[in-house]
């Protein structure tokens, strides 16, 4: 698309300073680290699921963790990356006419930072396994919308409680075999918005859901509703 881009997996640059002089903030991750290195083996037994099953939600399999020499002991607490102060510069740099695109599971950042959740507007309320569901149109008069019909992945569908209004939704998952998820215990039904977009200050917002896999950006259609959202947030449609 001819745009400059700079990345970095670096969490603790993202600060007020360092987002001068942009035009867009893109945050594609989720809002937890793991302090001591590594995170929980699996249950008291030292089982987990089998990744292939898992993964492809055909039943979940347990298998036995071994390692010789064995592993250290480790609590594999769990904890928020994001400060106070960063949430605050994300904010400021949108309300002064920044852009920010965010995607999948940066909705976990919103569990613990007021600052994004005002920005996104939702915050994250769990994902099954993955699993194919449809991407489908809800609403097609949008500049991001152009051209884009429904497709389908297979990806981790994220739910999430949205807080925006439901005019802002542009396009929904839903998996058409019925399949629910439920999150602390409640249902989260089958339907879940999955990108949406407005203005924010004197900036622009715009949330698109799928990418925990590779495969599911590159599904063209996919692709050009991301090429269409970076136009609309650069002000280029």
Same mark, same amino acid.
């Given at each position: 698309? #001819? ?11 993202? =600060?007020?300073?360092?987002?001068? #002089? ?7 991750? /989720? ?7 590594? &995170?929980?083996?699996? &249950? ?9 099953? $898992? =993964? ?11 390692? /010789? ?32 695109? %965010?995607?999948? $599971? ?6 613990? $930072? ?6 996104? &507007? ?10 194919? %569901? ?28 949205? /807080? ?10 839903? =998996?058409? /075999? #019925? ?9 989260? &039904? ?28 590159? $599904? ?7 090429? =269409? ?9």
């Amino acid at each position: 698309m #001819g745009i400059s881009v700079k990345m970095t997996d670096d969490y603790t640059s993202l =600060n007020a300073e360092t987002l001068q #002089g942009y035009q867009m903030l893109i945050i594609h991750r /989720d809002g937890r680290i793991f302090p001591e290195g590594n &995170g929980p083996i699996g &249950g008291g037994d030292k089982m987990v699921p089998s990744t292939f099953n $898992n =993964n492809f939600g055909k039943g979940i399999d347990e298998v036995a963790v071994v390692s /010789d020499p064995p592993l250290e002991p480790t609590s594999g607490e769990m904890k928020a990356w994001i400060q106070p102060s960063q949430g605050k510069a994300v904010r400021d740099f949108v309300e002064n006419g920044g852009s920010v695109l %965010f995607f999948h $599971n940066v909705t976990d950042l919103a569990s613990t $930072n007021t600052d994004i959740r005002d920005v996104l &507007g939702a915050a994250y309320a769990g994902h099954p396994p993955i699993r194919t %569901f449809k991407v489908r149109v809800k609403r097609s008069d949008h500049p991001i919308m152009e051209g884009i019909t429904d497709f389908v992945v297979t990806d981790e569908q994220h739910y999430m409680e949205y /807080d925006k209004d439901p005019e802002h939704i542009l396009m929904e998952s839903v =998996n058409e /075999d #019925g399949l629910r998820y439920s999150y602390k215990g409640k249902d989260q &039904g089958t339907t879940v918005p999955a990108a949406w977009a407005y203005e924010y200050g004197k900036g622009r917002v715009c949330y698109l859901a799928p990418g925990h896999l590779l495969t599911a950006h590159w $599904n063209p259609m996919y692709r050009k509703l991301k090429q =269409n959202a970076v136009r609309w947030l650069l002000r280029q449609s």
